[in-house]
């Protein structure tokens, strides 16, 4: 079973930094994206950074210039760099991992595609 194990939560002040790591686990067959989303009390969650197959980047407009996503070490790893923290950055962020839909098989394995989310860490940041 596919799991995301997120990490680096926490309290920080307005204008610190922090970096969220996430890593997948489990049976997977192809990437197509890792990202972050977020969402804090009483409203929607929201899309903060991905980052595809091929290297390609989006962020939120929110939060361009201050964070940055970035592979953490294996292909199946995520991090956000978040610097220059607003009040408004505080929420839970979630890390997303979209493989691709269907089955998919290698020698005597499959592998089931679909879109997976972390159990959420706490961003607090502190004016």
């Known amino acids: 079973q596919v799991q995301l194990v997120e990490s680096g939560g926490g309290l920080v002040q307005s204008g610190g930094s922090l970096r969220l790591s996430c890593a997948a686990s489990?049976?997977?067959?192809?990437?197509?994206?890792m990202g972050w989303y977020r969402q804090a009390p009483g409203k929607e969650r929201e899309m903060v950074a991905t980052l595809s197959s091929n290297g390609t980047t989006k962020y939120t407009d929110s939060v361009k210039g201050r964070f940055t996503i970035s592979r953490d070490g294996a292909y199946n790893t995520v991090a956000l760099q978040m610097n220059s923290l607003k009040s408004e950055d505080a929420a839970v962020y979630y890390c997303?991992?979209?493989?691709?839909?269907?089955?998919?098989?290698?020698?005597?394995?499959?592998?089931?595609?679909?879109?997976?989310w972390g159990q959420g860490t706490q961003v607090t940041v502190s004016s």
């Open positions: 997303n991992l979209d493989l691709p839909r269907g089955t998919y098989y290698r020698g005597s394995d499959s592998y089931t595609g679909g879109l997976y």
């Open positions: 489990g049976p997977i067959f192809a990437i197509n994206t």
